[in-house]
């Protein structure tokens, strides 16, 4: 149990557009969501904790504006990076926690490339 | 938003071997901890969790110290195995929040 999926998996886009990212949660309901950012060797950065129906909390130095977090329901999140640019690039990584305790549940990534 | 993002350290060992990676965490309030594998291309794996009041669990080939007086943290893979090569991750939980903060990340290498 505890499966995180997300989608898609790996996407390019042109600078200027666009893109949405799906973090869904298939066997357990998530009462919170987070995003991540990964650059090359580097560690995993939280951008963004969202939690069903209300709005996204933004860690500090992410644009709200640009990095769109919409948590619809108790399975799904979804990140879109408006008007991306090639310094967007990067693994975008979402988790889901369940209930009231510190467990995450990680999804497989998605590897944003930003011509 | 809050990680430490330098350039991996990395441990390379004899296939066999035992391992032992270490982090320091940064933040004395934080009481829950866990280790992560990541392989390339892929989302972190939960490996191993510590809560505050323990200072010592064990899974099954892994071991997680916790020292909360100096703020370390190590995990110890007993016989190595190639397909532990991977990149490892500790992170730590604020008492109170969901919030998980990541520390640097080491990249293990296992020579056959």
């Known amino acids: 149990g505890a499966v995180v999926s997300q989608h898609p998996s790996r996407v390019i886009c042109k600078s200027g557009t666009s893109v949405k990212i799906e973090c869904r949660s298939l066997?357990?309901?998530?009462?919170?969501m987070f995003w991540y950012r990964q650059f090359p060797k580097q560690s995993l950065m939280l951008m963004a904790t969202?939690?069903?129906?209300?709005?996204?909390?933004?860690e500090q130095g992410v644009e709200k504006d640009k990095f769109l977090i919409n948590h619809a329901s108790l399975t799904l999140s979804t990140l879109t990076v408006t008007s991306a640019h090639p310094e967007d690039s990067s693994f975008y990584i979402c988790?889901?926690?369940?209930?009231?305790?510190?467990?995450?549940?990680f999804g497989p990534g998605t590897r944003l490339t930003v011509t | 938003g809050e990680s430490v993002g330098l350039h991996l350290p990395t441990l390379s060992v004899q296939e066999g071997d035992n391992s032992i990676i270490n982090c320091a965490y940064s933040?004395?309030?934080?009481?829950?901890f866990i280790w992560y594998k990541q392989e390339s291309g892929k989302g972190p794996q939960f490996i191993i969790d510590?809560?505050?009041?323990?200072d010592k669990r064990q899974g099954q080939r892994v071991t997680v110290l916790l020292n909360k007086t100096v703020k370390h943290l190590s995990l110890q893979i007993a016989a190595t195995q190639p397909g532990d090569s991977a990149v490892y991750f500790c992170a730590e939980n604020r008492a109170g929040g969901f919030k998980t903060i990541f520390g640097a990340g080491t990249r293990l290498f296992v020579k056959a």
């Open positions: 510590i809560r505050s009041n323990m």
């Open positions: 933040n004395s309030a934080s009481d829950y």
């Open positions: 066997d357990f309901q998530a009462t919170t």
């Open positions: 969202s939690n069903e129906g209300s709005k996204a909390t933004y």
């Open positions: 988790s889901a926690g369940r209930g009231q305790g510190y467990e995450q549940y």
